[in-house]
């Protein structure tokens, strides 16, 4: 029996997230899936009641379970609170202690929705690429991570960016092997050029791949110049391989490419234990919390249902479901369903439910 663990959180999170849970229902329903489902807090939601954004609790169902599904955290009511209470620190905690270090970003454009991209449809349709961001070191986490008391009155703040060989090695190696699922190209964004850490990054990542990999096709390319490919011609990508920071910010910036920050799933995958086959996984939507739009039941639940299917393929090795899922969500949008954010001249406008209904009607047709 696979054992679920559900984190709605802040915003838009539980909406999107009851949602996901309708549809993970109909895959126990009808689909053999033995799944069982519990829920905890997490981020603001959490510090109102327990005081704290990540409270152990929650780490340890979360270490628990086979894996997590999450919804989202933050909102504007937690802006002024000291940086260890703020929401999103329930979200790192998360990743640290279950060493997720893989996080994997598909970028893909969903033919329906060609024209709601700020680029012209001919520059995104038929976009499918990965990002794979390293997601547990560099300055997202590297000590010492402060603001001091300087003698003339200043203050001073630091960040620390670091990487170690095995943490580049490691994640490496997730991006060449899904590049053979894949296109076999990698891309490994880094900045040699000025950080000390880029010139490592770009040393482990070529020995890593004629080494192990070197049927995949690899290139290197500064970040920058990533970033500006991206909106360029982001079709020239299969998989980019970059660190923390750098992926958190392409990573949004491939989103937008598609048009439709609201469609994107993300998964985040720990080490597999080599005894026992279990690896660590929490998956989410890309984008955040949406204060702005949360409790109304307009929210785009594609994101986090995508992600059930991303959950499917790499913690529950049903790839036909997964298939199935994306099939399904794809058949809606053809069929016209929109919510709000991705509402278009002519089609269907839809809240949360008419979006799942619609989506649960899919898969009843499709299966
Ligand atoms: C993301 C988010 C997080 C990050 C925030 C919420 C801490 O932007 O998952 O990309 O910066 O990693
Ligand atoms: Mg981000």
Known sequence: MAHILLLPGDGIGPEVLDATSRVLGWFTQNRNFAASTETALV???????????????????AKAADAVLFGAVGGPQWD?????????????????????????????????????????????AGLDILIVREL?????FGEPKEITDLPDGQKRAVDTQVYTTSEIERIARVAFELARLRGKRVASAEKSNVMVTGVLWRQVVTRVHAAEFSDVELTHILADNCAMQL?????????????????DILSDEAAQATGSIGMLPSASLGAKDPATGKQASLYEPVHGSAPDSAGQGLANPIACILSLAMALRYSFARVDDAVLLEKAVERVL???????????????????DGMTDAILKALAALS
Request: include cysteine; charge should be neutral.
């Open 136 to 140: 547990t070191g560099g300055v997202y």
């Open 231 to 247: 909106v360029r011609n982001p079709k020239q990508f299969d998989v980019i391989v970059t660190d923390n920071l750098f992926g």
């Open 43 to 61: 981020g603001g939601t959490a510090f109102e009641t327990l005081g704290t954004p990540a409270p152990d609790e929650t780490i340890a169902k």
């Open 334 to 352: 053809a069929e016209g369903y929109r919510t709000g954010d991705i509402m278009q001249d002519g089609m269907t406008k839809v809240g949360t």
């Open 80 to 124: 002024g609170l000291a940086f260890d209470k703020k929401p999103e620190r329930g979200l790192l905690r998360l990743r640290k202690d279950l060493e997720l270090f893989a996080n994997l970003r598909p970028a893909l454009c969903f033919d329906a929705l060609k024209d709601a991209s700020s680029l012209r449809p001919e520059i995104v």
